[in-house]
Structures are given as structure tokens and as C-alpha cells.
Nanobody, 119 residues
Framework: QVQLVESGGGLVQAGGSLRLSCEAS????????VGWYRQAPGEEREFVAA????????YYSDSVKGRFTISRDGAKSSVYLQMNSLNTGDTAVYYC????????????WGQGTQVTVSS
């Protein structure tokens, strides 16, 4: 099992920046990828970004590409999401997720951290 704990959410004005952190523990050697998802009130959860553990290849949704950056500190099994040029549409609960199978779903999830962007 992999446990994930997010931190770094908060309230920020439009145009500002935030950096989310996700700390993984447990069977971190079983991780193939870590991703960030978000869910706004009344909306379905959506993919934001992901990072492949083996080659650090990154993936982004079109809505955040060029504004958000996912990165990793391998020594700490931590993943970060640097969010710049935030807008009110980025307001959501952000979840960190890990995939522990080579192909398949993200099966381990954190508890989420709230990001609120004010206009």
C-alpha cells in the first residue's frame, strides 16, 4: 500500500501562484506514476498532471499546460505541483494519486487539499 498526504493548498488571488506537495510513504518502490487530479464543487474529478516514476516524463491537461508544472524529489518520494497564473477556474480540491501497476488506474489517493482562487 502507498499512503499519500497533500499539503500547500490555500487562498490566493487570481494571477497568483501556489505550490502543492504530495508526500508518499509505504511501498513507494511499487509506484509507476503519480498524478494530480482536482474536483470543483458540483463537477466531476478531472485529471490535471502526471509524472512517470521511471523516466520523469510529464503529462498535463490542456487547461493547465504552460501554467502548472509537476516535479519530483526522488530522494523524498515527494511530488510537487507548481501552479502559476491561477484563475478562478482552478478553484477545486486537489488530490494526489499514485499508480502502482504498470498499466491501469491510479489506485492510491490522498485526502485532498483545497485551492481557492479569488477574483
Amino acid at each position: 500500500q502507498v499512503q499519500l498526504v497533500e499539503s500547500g493548498g490555500g487562498l490566493v488571488q487570481a494571477g497568483g501562484s501556489l505550490r502543492l506537495s504530495c508526500e508518499a510513504s509505504g511501498r513507494t518502490r511499487s509506484i509507476y506514476a503519480v498524478g494530480w487530479y482536482r474536483q470543483a464543487p458540483g463537477e466531476e474529478r478531472e485529471f490535471v498532471a502526471a509524472l512517470s516514476w521511471s523516466d520523469n516524463k510529464t503529462y498535463y491537461s490542456d487547461s493547465v499546460k504552460g501554467r502548472f508544472t509537476i516535479s519530483r524529489d526522488g530522494a523524498k518520494s515527494s511530488v510537487y505541483l507548481q501552479m502559476n497564473s491561477l484563475n478562478t477556474g482552478d478553484t477545486a480540491v486537489y488530490y494526489c494519486a499514485a499508480r502502482t501497476v504498470r498499466v491501469g488506474q491510479f489506485g492510491s489517493w490522498g485526502q485532498g487539499t483545497q485551492v481557492t482562487v479569488s477574483s
